[in-house]
């Protein structure tokens, strides 16, 4: 009987001793965007992967309003790892834009860059962007990059958001169920490309979409918010219908973490990232653009992290003297 009890000692003592180890689990949350984007799936992904391969650690990914919020969250401490737009990055790191105070964020990535879609259907009367003046538009999430990049190319075109047109501020899901409704005549989304929702609004039966070309405002966007916006192209069918290439503005995006983070654990998922890239472009060919090569070429505005900063060393990537 003593050596039962002995036994049943020692159990709950090596119980007592084991459950903190395992509350030591380490859990991260990646700030993501809505599910009709590019940000969540590809999100979810880095989350599989990372907790696949760091162990102890599990990762979460999570629907939210994309870039100006997941900043907030980053610089409050209340997410670990964000996607964000270069220009919000910025924004964010320097005290612009929404920002009232300057947070403490890092690149941990740069993956890929978004393509400024301003999109609109036959029948809307809209085949330039001086025809948006009057109209029913969506210029993305309230709080989101998208919406700041909109707001950005609508007034280089001279059109005041507030006074020149009927604006809502819906997602890009949210905003192509409103344009099948005929509840709007065009809108505004910045990712990448194809995205999800847009794809489906292009496979619409009875619907012809159409991208309109900006590119002639990138120099005002360069000039007044620095070599941020550059030109680019949605490459013709890339969409279902779309005959020509759009000429766009693009913007890079960047995966966000807080300075504070520990540097073995930064070291670990930037290893992670660019390692598993293949499982990443499994889930969203945007992925292939993650190139560990090309990190310190310009695409992102603000400091990496010193952990990433390792790893790239390591790798022979160094910031250019």
Do not use: C
């Amino acid at each position: 009987m003593k050596n039962l009890y002995r036994t049943l000692l020692a159990a709950v003592a090596g119980a007592l001793i084991t459950a903190p180890a395992l509350a030591q689990q380490t859990r991260l949350s990646i700030a993501t965007g809505g599910t009709g984007g590019v940000y969540y799936p590809m999100g979810g992904a880095i989350a599989s992967v990372i907790t696949k391969n760091i162990p102890g650690v599990e990762a979460t990914a999570e629907v939210t309003s994309a870039s100006v919020d997941n900043m907030r969250l980053i610089g409050a401490g209340k997410a670990d790892i964000a996607f964000s737009l270069a220009d919000t990055a910025w924004d964010a790191y320097t005290a612009g834009g929404k920002f009232k105070d300057k947070l403490p964020v890092r690149a941990l990535a740069v993956i890929y860059t978004n393509q400024s879609h301003w999109v609109t259907v036959e029948g809307s009367g809209i085949e330039k962007m001086a025809d948006l003046k009057g109209k029913r538009i969506a210029t993305g999430a309230a709080g989101s990059g998208t919406e700041v990049i909109a707001l950005r190319i609508l007034e280089a075109y001279g059109i005041d958001p507030e006074k020149d047109v009927k604006r809502e501020k819906l997602s890009v899901a949210e905003s192509v169920n409103a344009i099948k409704d005929r509840k709007i005549d065009a809108f505004f989304w910045s990712g990448g490309v194809p995205t999800a929702a847009v794809t489906d609004l292009s496979a619409t039966p009875g619907v012809k979409m159409k991208l309109l070309d900006h590119t002639e405002v990138v120099p005002a966007l360069a000039k007044k918010y620095g070599p941020i916006y550059v030109p680019g192209r949605i490459p013709a069918k890339s969409y279902a219908g779309q005959d020509k290439d759009a000429q766009i503005s693009v913007v890079w995006n960047v995966l966000v973490v807080n300075e504070s983070m520990d540097e073995k654990l930064a070291y670990q998922i930037a290893k992670t990232i660019f390692e598993k890239k293949a499982d990443l472009v499994a889930t969203h060919k945007e992925a292939q653009n993650i190139v560990l090569e090309t990190q310190l070429d310009g695409g992102s505005p603000i400091p990496f992290h010193p952990g990433v900063l390792k790893y790239l060393a390591e790798k022979g990537i160094r910031p250019k003297q």
